[in-house]
């Protein structure tokens, strides 16, 4: 508009909105924000419910805490038991809070820690108080601060003396309640039926505690160790045949880069994690015991001083047998493997071994569960014979372990041409096949010096050795490499090239070996575990079958 030719201006309106567009708007905001906080509500239920499915006990003794408390609190809202007891009824609540425990045992525990604790407070704390008061209002104050402070340091060095370190415990209600009491009284004038209240109290805390814990769906510390040991048993037993299988099948087509494979997270090796757990059982298995201690007879458990400190060495063992099988699993995912042909050798022998001694350790889990004593001889004289067989196999063949291919030295065409003949060829290959295979190989080694001169479209032909050491080059390579970069990082040049593919051809097949000799020690430790579970047999008198 300015006058200027081909000039013009472009005046750009917004459309109009309807009426009421911008509340419309306004109005979805707090809807999709409903739907959020809806959806998030409904994941964690759910989380709930499936933390809640895996073990029904906990939901048990949830329940069994929540009416433990009530009991308790009805003495403080019925009037005729808080007449009697006044505000020191209290305590009753603070010890059921304390001492209730998820089995049993571990509450007996905790109240034999709680009275011995509040007796010897209460005694304490009567004996310095009738002495304060015999000496004087000034002198009392002074009596009570030095008790309190010999008092606190005495039970916090007693606590950490390693006999005592079971009864820490009871220490802490040491301190706790003595101070509690003979400052109480102090100020209250009367220390001795303060102190009686508080034990009465206490008392009626624990006795509710222990009652609702036995009586109500008990949980037993020797049912829970007994179940934790025989599933320790299988899941050793199936994290090695899954880390076996998934080693003899792996074919390395899809092999994923190390670099990014996390350890620890393989989410296609559910068994893997339950062995882990198996060796992270130590605490558990020996908090499960000293609870089981103090359990009485019951259910499958009839008679006294049950051996539970058994449970804990058998599991110490298994650990010692799972630590080889973790092994297995770090060989499996390591970034050096051997070649598929190679492994495929000793298949056969690997999986019999796997196979006999995962039926070993299932078949001693089952008697420990079952509380059955039985003589393991013929399955652990199958589990050795498949040992010595895979050792016999290895020491056969221990020139596929060892690649020494070179050209230049004629002594050692026939091993490696045995070698790589036998790599690439199942193990159940019959002698005639394998016979026909070598008359083929030194066939092509006579005609090799034949071909070596011809030319075939104006190149020459490669010998045969040429060739035979690029399929050293592939099969050997770890990961896969084609041959033309290894000939560009070698610059052309054989001499340094040489001594480097050796180097690879046996970490590669030491990767192999490092395998059978995890699984020969896994079986070797075999032994001890059967002893270990015969003599928790024996004194825990299973039936002999």
Not at 113 to 137: E, H, K, M, T, Y
Request: hydrophobic share 40%; proline share 4%; with cysteine.
């Amino acid at each position: 508009m300015n006058g200027k030719k081909g000039s013009s201006f472009a005046i750009n309106i917004p459309p109009e909105e309807p009426v009421g567009a911008g509340a419309g708007a306004k109005l979805k905001l707090p809807e999709a924000e409903n739907g959020g906080i809806f959806s998030a509500l409904k994941g964690w239920i759910w989380r709930v419910w499936q933390f809640g499915r895996e073990d029904i006990n906990r939901i048990t003794f949830s329940l069994k805490v929540g009416l433990a408390v009530l009991l308790v609190s009805l003495l403080i809202l019925f009037r005729a038991p808080y007449d009697v007891f006044g505000t020191s009824i209290i305590w009753s609540i603070l010890t059921v809070a304390i001492m209730f425990e998820y089995t049993v045992g571990a509450t007996f525990n905790r109240g034999f820690n709680r009275a011995l604790g509040s007796l010897l407070a209460g005694i304490l704390a009567i004996a310095v108080a009738q002495i304060a008061l015999c000496s004087g209002r000034v002198a009392e104050p002074i009596i009570i601060g030095i008790s309190i402070f010999l008092i606190g340091a005495i039970t916090s060095f007693m606590k950490q003396w390693p006999s005592l370190v079971p009864y820490e415990y009871g220490f802490r209600v040491i301190l706790f309640t003595y101070c509690l009491i003979i400052i109480s009284g102090y100020r209250m004038g009367n220390p001795i039926r303060t102190s009686m209240d508080r034990l009465y109290s206490i008392a009626i805390g624990g006795f509710v505690a222990v009652f609702v814990n036995v009586m109500v769906f008990p949980i037993w510390a020797g049912e829970q160790l007994h179940k934790e040991l025989v599933n320790n048993f299988h899941s050793v037993a199936d994290s090695l045949e899954e880390c076996v299988k998934k080693y003899l099948d792996d074919d390395g087509l899809d092999h994923p880069e190390f670099a990014k494979t996390v350890m620890d997270e393989f989410p296609d090796e559910p068994a893997y994690k339950k062995c882990k757990s198996t060796l992270n059982s130590s605490a558990k298995l020996e908090s499960l015991a000293l609870a089981a201690k103090w359990e009485p007879p019951h259910g499958r458990f009839r008679h006294f001083f049950y051996p539970w400190s058994e449970y804990v060495k058998v599991g110490a063992v298994l650990r010692y047998c799972a630590y080889e099988v973790m092994a297995l699993h770090g060989v499996l995912h390591s970034e050096i493997q051997a070649p598929y042909n190679l492994r495929v050798t000793f298949q056969t022998e690997i999986h019999e071994a796997t196979t006999e001694a995962a039926d070993l350790l299932r078949s001693l889990g089952k008697d420990i569960n079952n509380m059955k004593r039985s003589l393991k001889t013929v399955l652990l004289n199958r589990v050795h014979t498949s040992a010595e067989r895979l050792q016999r196999a290895i020491d056969l063949h221990s020139y596929l372990l060892t690649p020494n291919f070179d050209p230049s030295d004629n002594q050692s065409k026939q091993p490696s041409k045995l070698s790589h003949a036998n790599s690439g060829i199942p193990s159940d290959l019959s002698s005639t096949q394998l016979l026909d295979l070598l008359d083929t190989a030194d066939s092509t080694t006579t005609s090799q010096g034949t071909m070596s001169g011809t030319i075939a479209l104006g190149q020459p032909v490669e010998s045969y050795h040429e060739m035979m050491r690029k399929q050293s080059r592939r099969m050997y390579s770890w990961p896969s490499r084609e041959v033309d970069a290894y000939e560009e990082e070698g610059g052309g040049g054989s001499g340094d090239f040489v001594p480097r593919m050796k180097a690879l051809e046996s970490t590669a097949a030491l990767s192999l070996a490092t395998f059978t000799s995890l699984l020969i020690e896994f079986v070797a430790r075999l032994d001890h575990l059967v002893e270990a579970v015969d003599n928790l047999s024996k004194l825990a008198k299973f039936k002999h079958v």
